[in-house]
């Protein structure tokens, strides 16, 4: 069984900036993809940023140039990094993990709030 813990969200006002982290633990060889998503009230939840095993990432139109994630593979922690935070990017911010070896399994975290005052 693998956990998926986030932690990192709170209440900030616009203009401001977060740093989240997601880390997994339990039984598994390795990370592959490890991921955050966001949904915010009424809306589908989406993808705010990817990045791979070696290093690639990739960005939402809406948080590009603005989010910066990264990976720990030692501590098998993912973060995000949040600057110049807008009232929209309002949401509940959720981790995922894909495992690695000869079989791939996801996992989500709990999820973790984040409130952007104007």
């Known amino acids: 069984q693998v956990q998926v813990v986030e932690s990192g969200g709170g209440l900030v006002q616009a203009g401001g900036s977060l740093r989240l982290s997601c880390a997994a633990s339990g039984s598994f060889f390795s990370l592959d993809t490890m991921e955050w998503y966001r949904q915010a009230p009424g809306k589908q939840r989406e993808l705010a940023a990817r990045?791979?095993?070696?290093?690639?990432?990739a960005y939402a139109e809406s948080v590009k140039g603005r989010f910066t994630i990264s990976r720990d593979n030692a501590e098998n922690t993912v973060y995000l990094a949040m600057n110049s935070l807008k009232p929209e990017d309002t949401a509940v911010y959720y981790c995922?993990?894909?495992?690695?070896?000869?079989?791939?399994?996801?996992?989500w975290g709990q999820g973790t709030q984040v409130t952007v005052s104007s």
């Open positions: 990045i791979t095993k070696g290093g690639s990432t």
């Open positions: 995922r993990v894909v495992t690695g070896g000869n079989y791939h399994f996801q996992y």
